[in-house]
């Protein structure tokens, strides 16, 4: 069989820009089509001249492309991918990563295109083209990608749509996460994956060597942390991601300011809510058990101390609390908001989640007070910034925890930063025993497995010819040798009973023995009396087996058969102390011994009797 190959294009020792190429069983896959939101360059895509060396089209090279979730870091290139560089194949993903992912795409595309005037960037009709390649995957549904390509969706929690994908070719699978949380949150429920065992399991390592507080206690800081700030005159920014996180701490605030009956303004980003709204209606099943449970009584998204926010509203006096987007402050409103607030020590920005490298989040989350958020104008930040992990990636409770789950042959780790991962990958070494692999961008890694091939069997086999070879060992039951056929018919390997295979393949039943001829040399002159002496001889070395002659006057062990017949072949001598007869004679005579496959150990045992037993010279000849 072959390996599996596997190259990241993208999230390879890195957080941004998820690309993943896989081959296995002869099919090419690209997992997740991401951009990175730290550059504004060309290194914003994944490189895809490594897979088409610059010359036709990527269709020649991928049988298809899978995306996890709508996250622009792992869909934000599809529109370049498919229509710029050249991809006409399926793109599979779950419906509500279908439904969401275009507007995400185009929200990004305005604030790139229109506001900065980028040029080689994708247009609002190839983001249409792009999605007219979409196949949907539903959950636990296995696709047929062609005959020997399937691929199979999980539940992975982390946002409304995000799947784990099951990949299989051949014998050789693997399973891919994405991106996913194994908490369960206030609107969705935790991953999940039955014990599929892949032969190898690629999984994001985000927080590789984090392992949250209680999500109580998280609730508890940040709610405790914008109530001090509003206390005292502040403005809270919060900035999220459109859906996900968003809805995750609206739910919390909105609970909150009905419980401490608070009168502070909370703002959304103008339009957001009511999509957010809109989508989580329409899929309404991908939620947690309290909303699906809730929701025909009351739409837990329909916010009444949240209202949509405008750009007037950021000279306002007084506290408040606002959601802006996007969530790693690169662009848009939150970074137009903090660029007002920045400058005040009353007021407080909370990131809720991760920060790619390269954006203005990142920046003030690794201790920088002095940033240039513009040409030439560097701008000092007064503001108290405090990171609160709200983010629904899986810890490294949460990745050994799946690991055990799917029970991998190997795991490899990507979406994370390389010293994280070194120390995810020793642990996962140490703890579970598994071989682990973390290839930076570019890199070819290739996982070598010994193919597990599935073989059907018959319950009248396992009922009637099972027999203990080892009745020491500590448990009978696990060493067994089994006796049948194995059938190879319609794509489908099947052990069958001896008689059953024949019936099913229409064959006559035939005996298949094994034949080895023992030569004597000054041998008894006569047949008879010579099987006679071998009789005697055998009945007392072989106590332990049935001994007995035939009516034609052979000799019958269990199943073996001895005879005696005049033609002879080269001898070689070997020494005896068996007395010789007077009636022996320099005339050679052979003896046949002929068994059936079955009792080729009694066969062998018999040949060394005879060997050992028989006067003056001996030969065994080659097993026919």
């Not at 190429?21 to 550059?39: A, E, P």
């Not at 086999?461 to 009745?471: C, G, Y």
Request: glycine share 6%; proline share 4%; hydrophobic share 35%.
């Amino acid at each position: 069989m072959p390996d599996i190959k596997v190259v990241p294009l993208g999230a390879g020792q890195d957080v941004g820009r998820s690309c993943i190429l896989i081959s296995l069983g002869g099919k090419n896959v690209m997992l997740d089509c991401g951009m990175h939101m730290g550059f504004n360059d060309d290194r914003r895509f994944p490189d895809f001249s490594y897979v088409t060396g610059g010359k036709g089209r990527l269709t020649e090279y991928i049988d298809c492309v899978i995306i996890s979730h709508f996250h622009l870091d792992h869909c934000g290139a599809l529109p370049y991918m498919s229509e710029m560089v050249g991809y006409d194949g399926p793109i599979y993903m779950t419906h509500p990563t279908k439904a969401i992912a275009p507007i995400l795409l185009e929200d990004y595309r305005k604030i790139t295109v229109d506001k900065k005037g980028e040029v080689n960037f994708f247009t609002s009709q190839m983001i249409k083209d792009c999605m007219k390649k979409v196949v949907t995957a539903n959950l636990h549904q296995t696709i047929y990608v062609d005959e020997e390509l399937q691929i199979k969706a999980y539940y992975a929690g982390h946002v409304l749509g995000a799947g784990m994908f099951y990949i299989r070719a051949g014998t050789e699978s693997v399973l891919y996460t994405g991106d996913y949380n194994m908490t369960p949150d206030r609107h969705l429920g935790a991953a999940w994956v039955d014990k599929c065992r892949p032969t190898l399991l690629i999984t994001e390592s985000t927080y590789a060597t984090t392992i949250r507080d209680s999500k109580r206690c998280r609730e508890r800081d940040f709610l405790k942390k914008v109530h001090e700030t509003i206390d005292k005159g502040g403005k809270v920014l919060i900035p999220v991601f459109a859906l996900g996180r968003a809805q995750e701490l609206c739910i919390l605030l909105e609970s909150y300011w009905d419980r401490m009956n608070l009168r502070v303004p909370i703002y959304f980003s103008t339009g957001l809510t009511e999509k957010a709204t809109n989508y989580y209606k329409l899929f309404i099943t991908w939620t947690n058990q309290k909303i699906k449970s809730t929701f025909v009584d009351r739409n837990l998204f329909d916010f009444k101390h949240i209202k949509p926010f405008n750009r007037t509203l950021i000279e306002n006096p007084g506290p408040m609390v606002v959601f802006a987007t996007p969530g790693m402050l690169h662009s848009g409103l939150s970074l137009e908001i903090f660029k007002k607030w920045c400058t005040s020590d009353k007021n407080t920005i909370i990131m809720p989640g991760y920060c790619v490298a390269g954006t203005v989040g990142h920046k003030i989350l690794s201790g920088m007070r002095k940033i240039e958020l513009q040409p030439g104008k560097v701008v000092e930040i007064k503001m108290q910034v405090q990171y609160m992990s709200f983010s629904a990636h899986a810890d490294a409770k949460g990745i050994m925890q799946l690991t055990r789950m799917c029970e991998p042959e190997h795991v490899l780790l990507v979406h994370g930063e390389a010293k994280k991962m070194e120390f995810l990958k020793a642990k996962i070494n140490h703890e579970l025993g598994l071989e682990c692999f973390n290839p930076a961008n570019g890199e070819t890694c290739v996982i070598s497995s010994k193919p597990c091939v599935p073989v059907d069997m018959s319950l009248k086999l396992l009922k009637h010819k099972t027999e203990i070879v080892d009745t020491a060992t500590p448990n009978p039951k696990c060493s067994k040798i089994i006796h049948g056929a194995l059938l190879m018919k319609d794509n489908k390997i099947r052990l069958l009973e001896q008689d059953e295979a024949l019936q099913e393949l229409g064959l006559p039943k035939h005996d298949l023995r094994f034949t080895s001829t023992v030569e004597l040399q000054n041998a008894c002159r006569s047949e008879k009396l010579t099987m006679t002496r071998l009789y005697e001889h055998l009945k007392q070395l072989l106590r332990s087996h049935s001994v007995n002659t035939t009516s034609d006057g052979h000799i019958l062990i269990e199943s073996v058969l001895l005879k005696v017949q005049k033609d002879s072949e080269t001898a070689m001598d070997v020494s005896d102390d068996f007395n010789t007869h007077e009636d022996d004679s320099p005339a050679s005579k052979s003896i046949l011994v002929s068994w059936p496959y079955q009792d080729e150990d009694l066969g062998s045992y018999l040949m060394e009797v005879l060997k050992n037993g028989l006067p003056k010279s001996v030969t065994k000849l080659p097993v026919h």
